[in-house]
């Protein structure tokens, strides 16, 4: 504590006469010390890893300045968004798999390196072994690592953006600049191409409730009221034709009904319309067996003819059977034939008239009910007072925001050309993490810092004393017996 106080000083804190002194006093043990920290940072220097780096210059600037206006605009991004917006772009997930999926179809896996965060560099072996060749752990670890092999800066002095891609070997930075190039394209198109379409969704979505206020306000009722007054109009006169198209339909009917049913009244016994049934079950049962013949003829079957002979007799028996009831119904004439026949057709008439008076009944409710839809339109439409300069505001939103619209689907296809990229130094230089620069600078402070340090521990470590201000501090107990005499040279 003692020799501490002479370190010290009232006005500057540090005594620097005093360490001034102290400082040439060890100078042997503070020269080593220096030379020691010096030689360690050279060995540091030139051991450590070597990274070799390859700068691409890209950018969104069109040879059209004013499309690459047009596009921004659709975009919705400025200058000072952009740069963040690359930048999250490569932190993105999935961009980092999608590297990691061309990264893993590179052949040689011992010449590429990949640098995690503790500044390691593994090849794609040691992943490969590491994960015990499953295909997701390996894409997993490449894909949390990758970023520390590729960087995005701002390039003020060439305009636009600089993208870093850093190996440990010129095959690694090739391989991560092809695959982030090809990635960061495809993204970058495709999120543009999203982002232009989520717009013109927007716009439509605008639109679509821009034009309901439109219609469905009922201070501008009229906007639209013509337009439907004329559309029921149609309706009612298309309801109208089949209206009465039907009524006269439904007048044939119930003629032909009420005829029929006269015909009842005409004497027709119950015999002659069963024989008369029964003849014309056997002329269709001739006819269908006739046909079959004929198909057999025709068919897989035709050298079968017993099946063959056999349908014959039968035909010929229902022919037989057929002349049997001729003759019997000699005695029938021809008019009582036909008023069989017609007086089947009552029961289908009956209920085909109930069809049609349903059908008519629905048209006369849906005419009324339109008639009055279109009664109601007329007298709001003579109600309203409502100006069109009233409207003009809402009208002509509608049509700025339809032209928006047009105008974005126009410019999609200018997206495509959205990104360039140029090779600023074809050559792949050869860094060190720490520079030269950051090495001298380094050594300063470290030779600074390491010749007080070994000078204050000689300072306390030694127990000699060096002058009279030194004595005065260490041992002011002691009994002052006055200032030694000099001593002068005699000379003889």
Not at 108 to 130: A, C, H, P
């Amino acid at each position: 504590m003692k020799k501490l106080t002479l370190l010290l000083d009232k006005d500057s804190v540090i005594n620097f006469s005093l360490l001034f002194t102290l400082l040439r006093r060890y100078w042997i043990v503070n020269s080593i010390c220096v030379l020691v920290s010096v030689g360690a940072l050279i060995s540091f220097y030139v051991n450590q890893d070597k990274n070799y780096v390859r700068e691409i210059h890209f950018n969104s600037k069109l040879d059209n300045v004013n499309q690459e206006s047009k596009i921004s605009q659709i975009i919705g991004i400025n200058k000072i968004d952009e740069i963040k917006s690359y930048r999250s772009l490569v932190e993105r997930w999935d961009f980092k798999v999608s590297i990691a999926q061309d990264i893993m179809a590179v052949e040689d896996i011992n010449e590429f390196y990949i640098e995690d965060d503790n500044g390691d560099k593994k090849n794609l072996r040691s992943v490969y072994e590491y994960c015990s060749y499953n295909k997701e752990c390996i894409s997993r670890y490449i894909a949390e690592n990758i970023q520390n092999n590729y960087s995005i800066k701002q390039s003020p002095r060439y305009g636009g953006y600089v993208l870093y891609s850093r190996g440990k070997n010129k095959f690694t930075t090739l391989i991560i600049q092809d695959s982030i190039v090809k990635n960061l394209k495809s993204i970058k198109f495709n999120s543009n191409y999203i982002l232009a379409k989520e717009k013109i969704q927007a716009l439509e979505n605008e639109l679509e409730k821009n034009e309901k206020q439109l219609l469905d306000n009922h201070n501008i009722i009229n906007v639209g009221a013509d337009s439907r007054i004329s559309d029921l109009d149609e309706v009612i006169r298309e309801q109208e034709k089949s209206l009465a198209k039907n009524k006269e339909l439904l007048f044939s009917v119930d003629s032909d009904l009420k005829f029929y049913k006269k015909m009842k009244k005409v004497s027709f016994s119950g015999k002659d319309r069963s024989l008369i049934r029964k003849r014309a079950e056997i002329e269709q049962q001739i006819v269908d067996v006739s046909k079959n013949i004929d198909l057999l003829k025709s068919g897989s079957l035709a050298g079968n003819s017993e099946i063959i002979v056999s349908l014959k007799k039968q035909r010929s028996d229902l022919a037989n059977e057929l002349k049997k009831l001729k003759v019997s119904d000699a005695s029938i004439t021809d008019d009582k034939k036909n008023k069989a026949i017609e007086l089947e057709k009552i029961p289908e008439l009956i209920q085909k008239k109930k069809t049609l008076s349903i059908l008519i009944s629905k048209l006369t409710e849906q005419i009324s009910e339109n008639k009055i839809k279109r009664d109601k339109l007329l007298k709001d439409r003579n109600l309203n007072t409502i100006t069109n300069d009233q409207l003009n505001p809402l009208k002509n939103t509608i049509v700025d925001i339809r032209n928006k619209i047009r105008e974005t689907r126009n410019s999609l296809n200018s997206i495509q050309n959205y990104l360039t990229f140029n090779i600023l130094n074809p050559k792949i230089e050869n860094q060190k993490k720490f520079t030269l620069k950051l090495l001298i600078l380094l050594s300063i402070v470290l030779s600074v810092f390491t010749a007080l340090v070994s000078c204050f521990i000689c300072y306390f470590v030694d127990d000699r004393v060096y002058s009279h201000e030194e004595i005065q501090v260490l041992y002011h107990d002691a009994k002052d017996l006055g200032i030694a005499p000099e001593i002068t040279k005699v000379s003889c």
